[in-house]
């Protein structure tokens, strides 16, 4: 784990973070634990890009299996007396 602790970032300021990013994801450190972590603007794009193909991939799912019929219509109670029966 690439990880600097928060002290050093209040002794060396950002610099400190920007020499530890060229490893990787920086891990902060506070109180002995990881609070933090810290990643490049190119990588956070990425992390957000695939996020959003992932959620519109589930969209795509979810109207595919109402497509195909795979999808049943209910109320809240009639899907707990449904999984009641599964027990």
């Known amino acids: 784990m690439n990880a600097i ?3 050093e970032i209040k ?3 950002i610099s400190a973070v920007d020499e530890a ?16 972590v810290v990643i490049s603007e190119t990588r956070y794009r990425e992390l957000i ?8 991939a589930r969209i795509r799912a979810s109207l595919e299996d109402v497509k195909a019929g ?9 899907l707990i ?3 009641e029966l599964e027990d």
């Open 5 to 7: 602790a928060a002290q």
């Open 11 to 13: 002794r060396k300021g």
């Open 21 to 36: 990013l060229k490893e990787g994801p920086v891990h902060i450190i506070k109180n002995n634990q990881p609070q933090y």
């Open 49 to 56: 890009e695939a996020e959003d193909e992932a959620y519109t």
């Open 70 to 78: 795979r999808v049943t219509r209910g109320t809240a109670e009639d």
């Open 81 to 83: 007396r449904e999984l």
